[in-house]
């Protein structure tokens, strides 16, 4: 398994998140799994008992190019091995992707390149025999590469599968072509069909080429990425894979969140006994300034501030709903990105005091208490690949409110004011402010007007689960064709 992130160590995103649990579900099944991330600064050794494992590692990459690494060790559970791979030059700074000014570092595509193939090095010199490569992102794509062309007939790598995960097509990996000679995957493959794009490469399109199987994470999404500008220019590439291109749904790491053990969380509950919930909510009300009431429903939103996200139409929603609607309602939002977006929601609190509450920074211990404290929780995506959020907000009892597209549309069923026996959530279709303002004014008149249906709700959304035993059987599934 490789890939940038990985939870406990270091997360920007759900990325992390997904190769922290696909992995442990995996093992728990009875296979073998070793995870395979860079060593950036910012990962704490001593916290995570990291031991070296190889101090001098070569790593050629093509041409007269030899670069030089270390990699470190340490276990994820019992069993399931993760290998950092640590080089000053390309890892030895505080940002994974950019700097901070958000800016992505000019030297990406060769950071990525070289971790990628010094990940397949690893193999060969601790001699691993992988059955699968399953690379993630555009971050691992090239690994896929180097398998299926430099690899193709090294012992231990030439019977291994290559497998590729794309959790956001909008991120390909596009880097000037002055960057290729660096990658020593060769001019023959910057076709194309291959990794030329508009002149520049495109590692995600040279890694979907290469792989096996290729997968997205929701069924949704893998069509909506062939069908429509969603496929952010691969579209093609996409079709071209016919039937090796599938959707598989995230899980949820219920370890992590689960409101009943919840370490973060001022106080836990269940199905049973909600009263906790009641707690946490005082709490964030609290925290984040605003009237404490507890008959003044909470909409909660944790995200990247990033333009996937719809977080600019939100922004105007919130004025809307706060002008136009003649119910009470609370918002908090916790997010960082993208600066413009950071400085508006950090103005929204002075303009809405005591109904407004934002904390521009990335906290996990704020991520679960919003989800546990919050009525509703607001994902207003333009795209949306699978969504882990809204999925946590279901185990809490935090009603989603999204828009339906990607794994937001596999994963919420709809309410229908005419029968109290179905929906977990409020979607909505039509991507512009109006329809937001309009979709949480539908919530919160219900949370007013009809709270038998909330309570039920509430029940049913809890109730669900969405395994990671599940999706580990689908991934294996997977792997099998891979091989085959
Ligand atoms: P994406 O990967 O596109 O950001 P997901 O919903 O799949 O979206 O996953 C986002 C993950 O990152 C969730 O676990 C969420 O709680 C976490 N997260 C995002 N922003 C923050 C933040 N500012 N502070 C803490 N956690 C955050
Ligand atoms: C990406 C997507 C998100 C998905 C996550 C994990 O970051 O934006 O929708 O849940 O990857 O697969």
Known sequence: MIASECVPYVKTGGLADVVGALPKALHALGHEVKIIIPKYTKINTERYALQRCHENMG????????????VDQTNLAAGLDVYFIESWKYFGREGLYNDEDNVAFRDNGLRFSFFSRAALQLCIDKDFAPDIIHAHDWQAAPAIAYLKT??????????????????????????????????????????????????NINFLKGGIYFADFVNTVSPTYSYETRVSELGHGLQSSLNHKGNTYLGILNGVDYQEWNPETDQFIPANFSVQDLSGKKVCKTKIQELFHLNVDPDTPIIGVVSRLADQKGLDLLYEAIHLAMHHLQYK????????????????YKALPSQYPGQVGTYIGYDNAKAHWIEAGSDFFIMPSNFEPCGLNQMYSLRYGTLPIVRNTGGLADTIEQYSEWSKEKGTGFKYWENNSVAIANTIAWAVSTYHDRPEHIDKMIQRAMSQRFDWENSARTYLEMYRKALH
């Open 329 to 344: 309602m609370q918002f908090v939002l916790l997010g960082s990105g993208d600066k413009i977006l950071e400085a508006k």
């Open 150 to 199: 430099w690899h193709w007939n090294t012992p231990g790598l030439s019977n291994t599968a290559g497998v590729l995960t794309i959790h956001n097509i909008q991120y390909q990996g596009v880097f000037g072509r002055e960057d290729y000679e660096y990658t020593g995957l060769g001019w023959e493959h910057f076709t194309f069909d291959k990794f030329e794009y508009h002149g």
């Open 59 to 70: 790593v050629w990459m093509g041409g007269n190019i030899q670069e030089w690494c270390s």
